[in-house]
Structures are given as C-alpha cells and as structure tokens.
C-alpha cells in the first residue's frame, strides 16, 4: 500500500476490546499473567514492550521499509543506542559537519570508550574511500545536513561501506521517509529524531532506530532499549501516532513553501548565499533530484553582515519564531554558530530555517521586512 495510507493504518487496528478506531493509550506499565504464569496478550512490563510504543515502532518501520524498529526517549539515546551496538577500538567514518548532538556524544561520552571516529566531507567518496579501515564498522550520515543542508549520495556511501565490511547507517530526521527511503538506496540502519517531523508538532521528544534486517544488529538495539531502559513514554508514542498520520501531507506542503521561500531569499540583496537542494544551482541538486522526493522544508542563508546582520534579520521577524528545533507547525529559525559552539561549521551570517505550515507569502513577507 501507499505510504499515506501506511502512515495511517501501519501498527493500528481499531482497539479490539471496544472498537475505538483512535488507538487508546496504555500508561499501564505491568500487565496481568495468565493463569498459567504466561503472557499470553503479549506483555508484562513497559519497559520490555507497551501497546502504544509498539504501534509507533511497527508504523515508522512499515514507512522506512525497515523489518524492525526500537523507539527511545529522545533521538540521542536513538543515535547513542546505534554506537552503542559497537565495542571498544571499532572505529566510525562521519561526516565533518556531523550533527553537533553527536560530535558532542562522541567527544564527552565515547572517547573514553575507545571508539574511534573519523570524519570526512561526505560528498568526497575519494575522502570517504580513503577514511575506511580494516576495523570501520560503521559508516554515519546526515543527508541533507546540518546547517548547510548538503546532500550526499546514500547509494554511493552504501557501497563504500559494504566493500569495506561496515554498515550505512543514515539520518533520515531532516529528510522523513516521505522524501527519502535510505533502505531502498542500501542503508542498513536508519534513525530519526521523532522530535521534529514524526511527531510534527514540536510537542514530544523522542528517537527511533529502523533496521533493514532481523539481524545481530537489531538483537542488540531491542537489548539496549529494553534493559538501558531509555523508552519513551505511551503517551509520547501516541502522540507521535497522531503526528505520523499526517505526516506525507505536513511534509509536502512544508517542501512547496520551502521552495518558494528559498527562491524569494536568493532574490533579496540582503542575501549573500541560500543553501538548498532545490535552487538548480545547489551543488547538492542533481543528487537530491535522484535520490528525493522533494528538496525538504529546511534551508540555510547567509546574510550580508556577518554576524551582526544575521542576528539584526533574525530580531526584525515578527511571525518565525526564534527558536532551536525544525519539523513541527510553527516555522523557526537559529543562528546556527551560536547554539553550536566554537566547533560549529556555521558560517557567522548564517540563519538556519525550518519552514512550517503557514502560508508562504506571509513566510516571505516577515523575511522581507526583517532584512529590510
Ligand atoms: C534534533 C536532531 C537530533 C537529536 O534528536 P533529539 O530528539 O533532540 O535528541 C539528531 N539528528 C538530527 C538530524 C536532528 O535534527
């Protein structure tokens, strides 16, 4: 079926004990034996597994194509989850603009474990080819990225990776499996942080892990959910339920205003860069036409100004709201190198934009005004 229709009946079957066709939430965290001592009904603890979080799971694995999939309490304890299955002296190819979350799990958390990371300009395969070796495991990506939204080739990092004897794993946050389905394209990890779009709202903290098989892999993932116990509440897998529902159409008509919006920005004098994949000119544009759906509903800009202009542009906007975080209603937009930090890869007038569901022109209309 369709991945509308997946998006809406994958993992929900109306609730067998009174026909509710909107899933009820179980908060319940223990479940009744049987007279026997057995689990018939399929659970005991929710920490091992609850009606709501395997709804969520079974429906973000069914959009991916995934056979398998373990939701956590945030899209950290997802990636930190991933690094996790891998054991001291392995050794781990990322991208050089590499979520900072992740630069920064990396740096406070797995240096001390020996986990080796090296990383390369993931649009170089040359750089990425040269970055492998005999212990590389795992291959992470980002595509588009963050902040410069570029765009690499998931098919071409699969490949380097298999030869290699890794496996791509890729983050699939910015793009949903409604533009992008790293599976299809060889992956054989994604994750999400279901924070930004899956759940869509900005109202949930959550991550999720899809597997592309039943493997040692995905063994490994269900044992770090379920005894690291970093699960998600079923109020919060309810809620991203909901969001998921609408997730192709949200996605859709954010990507159509982020079109027309990053057109008005490469227009407007007070701009000296717009990056994103669907400007014909993007150096990420041919890949993203082959490998998307659609270009995203994320896009960066440099104002003229430095710093200083960028910061006066993001003050003068009345209706996008200043904030961190992307992929729910409400557009936002950050100055990127100052949430960053000193090993930010932001440039200083960059202004990062994610694009919500408001009308466009008005979208545009408050950037015009702000950049004066
Ligand atoms: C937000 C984000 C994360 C981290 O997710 P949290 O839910 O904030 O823990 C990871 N990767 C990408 C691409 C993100 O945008």
Sequence with gaps: MHLETRAIH???????????????????????????????????????GNPNRNAFEKCVSSLEGGAGAAAFGSGMAAIMSVLQTLQPGDHVVAP?????????LQQKLFRRWGLQITTVDLTRPDQVRAAMTPATRLLWSESPSNPLVKVCDVQMLADIAHESGAQLCVDNTWATPVLQRPFE?????????????????????????????????????????????AVPSPFDCWLIQRGLQTLPCRVRTQCAGAAQIAQALAANRQVEAVFYPGLADDPGHEIASRQMADYGAMLSFCVRGGEAGAMRAAGGLELIRRATSLGGTHSLIEHRASIEGPDTMAPPGLLRLSVGLEHPDDLIADLQQALG
Aim: hydrophobic share 35%; proline share 4%.
């Design 96 to 104: 050089d603009d590499l979520y900072f979350g992740v630069r920064h």
């Design 185 to 229: 394209l060889g992956a054989d990890l994604v994750v999400h942080s279901a924070t930004k779009y899956l759940s869509g709202h900005s109202d949930v903290l959550a991550g999720v892990v899809v597997t592309h098989r039943l493997d040692e892999t995905f063994e490994r993932l269900v044992d770090i959910q379920s005894e690291g116990g």
């Design 10 to 48: 994958a993992g929900q079957e109306p609730d067998p004990a009174t026909g509710a066709i909107t899933a009820p939430i179980h908060p319940s965290t223990t479940f009744e034996r049987d007279a026997d001592g057995g689990f018939s009904r399929g659970f005991q603890y929710t920490r091992y």
